[in-house]
Nanobody, 113 residues
């Protein structure tokens, strides 16, 4: 069974940085697009960033210029570098295999003012 396991979340203050990691087991991410989503309490799950298998990346408008998605296919891992964090970035962040609809369990990111 394929598993996506996120790590690297936590609590920080506004302006600080965090790096999330998502490692896939029993799956090769090189053949798929990978994405990060987030969901704040009472809100929908929104797309944050996409890493396409051809190397292209896309970002949600609210994180452009602050977040960077990257991948290491040899390690089967996708990363989300989050800089200049804001309180509105507080959410549960989910890793997603876009072609096969696999999801991670989610990891909490909390940003205090």
């Amino acid at each position: 069974q394929v598993q996506l396991v996120e790590s690297g979340g936590g609590s920080v203050q506004a302006g600080e940085s965090l790096r999330l990691s998502c490692t896939a087991s029993r799956s090769e991410i090189r053949i798929t697009d990978m994405a990060w989503y987030r969901q704040a309490p009472g809100k929908s799950r929104d797309l944050v960033a996409v890493s396409r298998r051809d190397g292209r990346t896309d970002y949600g408008d609210s994180v452009k210029g602050r977040f960077t998605i990257s991948r290491d296919n040899d390690k089967n891992t996708v990363y989300l570098e989050m800089n200049d964090l804001k309180p509105e970035d507080t959410a549960v962040y989910y890793c997603n295999d876009r072609f096969r609809a696999y999801w991670g369990q989610g990891i909490q990111v909390t940003v205090s003012p």
